[in-house]
């Protein structure tokens, strides 16, 4: 059982920035892929960036630009680094990853409030 910590979460203001962190309870390089997902209230969870194994990251359209995803294997933990904050960016951001494609494990959520 994989465990995930997020924390890295609070309240910014519009053009602000934050970095999320997700430390995981076993070597990341283990991993197929490693994510970042926001739920805002009344939507739907949506995925905001991936990373995986080779490297290779992906990012929804609203955050092109603006966030980065990174991992650091020597620490077991992946980051999510946002970047000009919007309030529609406000959401709870869940981490969760890929083991052996058909395993995948969250993390419990961290606030992200962003006011105008």
């Known amino acids: 059982q994989v465990q995930l910590v997020e924390s890295g979460g609070g309240l910014v203001q519009a053009g602000g920035s934050l970095r999320l962190s997700c430390a995981a309870s076993?070597?990341?390089?283990?991993?197929?892929?490693m994510e970042w997902y926001r739920q805002a209230p009344g939507k739907q969870r949506e995925l905001v960036a991936s990373i995986a194994s080779d490297g290779r990251t992906n990012y929804v359209d609203s955050v092109k630009g603006r966030f980065a995803i990174s991992r650091d294997s020597a620490k077991n933990t992946f980051y999510l680094q946002m970047s000009s904050l919007e309030p529609e960016d406000t959401a709870v951001y869940y981490c969760k990853v890929d083991l052996r494609v058909v395993l995948h494990y969250w993390g419990q959520g961290t606030q992200v409030t962003v006011s105008s």
């Open positions: 076993e070597s990341i390089l283990r991993f197929d892929a």
